[in-house]
């Protein structure tokens, strides 16, 4: 339910594909401890209202099948949002490992612009990826001894008349686990850092907070509290084309 530039949740498809195995042929290593991602999505996803169906070990071919049978539902029209979370190896620009061969992050989203899905037009298409960007691993910067002043961050553009059209790459979020060409670091115990922190995150502070806030906040735990016994670090980062807040708290 949208009003006043706002958007609050009351249901919505979560798709959660994790990649943990892959074809032998292909010599890709197994990614142990994602099944503490998928469990973790699972309670947190169903808790903001969602309707998760998790997908694991997923072909090429059968990724897309699932995506554009998705994008085909009239069901969707019922819905506020959609949420896709992709989990696996990556590699640099936008390449991510389904089990048999690799996709580009672009393959994710493009079955759901409006001209494809109509069903989902002018709402929030929230993608979240557990990926590698690249093999570099991202050292930890001292901070300065004096304060430096810094740029205005934010900007505001006044729309005026009603809106009769979109553009097509309007209303979606893509959140990544880490920046361009640089690596992102998961545990065999617990899960991966960006995963595990977005759903604290997403638990402690849905009530009051709205998406882009909250990925705000996953960047800033992610980037202070976790670094590998070399002292290497990981920032998460996102891209978004929303037009209203989100918030997964469903109107009173």
């Known amino acids: 339910m949208c009003h006043d530039g706002v958007l609050r949740v009351r249901r919505g498809k979560a798709l959660v594909f994790n990649m943990r195995n892959f074809a032998g042929h292909r010599n890709i290593s197994e990614r142990q401890g994602s099944e503490h991602d998928v469990a973790r999505l699972r309670d947190v996803l169903t808790s903001l209202h969602l309707t998760p169906i998790i997908y694991e070990d997923k072909t090429r071919n059968q990724v897309d099948t699932i995506l554009e049978e998705v994008a085909s539902e009239q069901d969707l029209a019922d819905d506020d949002c959609l949420v896709v979370v992709y989990m696996s190896h990556g590699a640099e620009n936008g390449t991510l490992e389904a089990f048999d061969r690799a996709l580009q992050l672009q ?94 995150v997403l638990v402690e502070h849905s009530q009051m907070e709205d998406l882009v806030g909250m990925l705000t906040l996953t960047g800033a735990r992610v980037a202070r509290h976790f670094q590998t016994s070399e002292g290497f670090r990981q920032m998460p980062s996102y891209t978004s084309t929303l037009r209203q807040k989100v918030f997964f708290t469903p109107p009173q």
Request: charged share 20%; net charge neutral; with cysteine.
């Open 107 to 200: 393959d994710l989203w493009e079955c759901f612009i409006p001209g494809r899905c109509p069903s989902l037009w002018g709402k929030p298409k929230l993608f979240f990826v557990q990926a590698c960007e690249g093999s570099k691993k991202m050292e930890a910067a001292v901070a300065p001894s004096k304060k430096s002043k810094g740029l205005p961050t934010t900007t505001s553009t006044d729309i005026v008349g009603d809106e009769y059209t979109i553009p097509s790459h309007a209303d979606f979020l893509i959140s990544k686990a880490s920046v361009p060409g640089h690596v992102s670091h998961r545990d065999v115990i617990s899960g991966t850092w960006f995963i595990q922190t977005l759903c604290d």
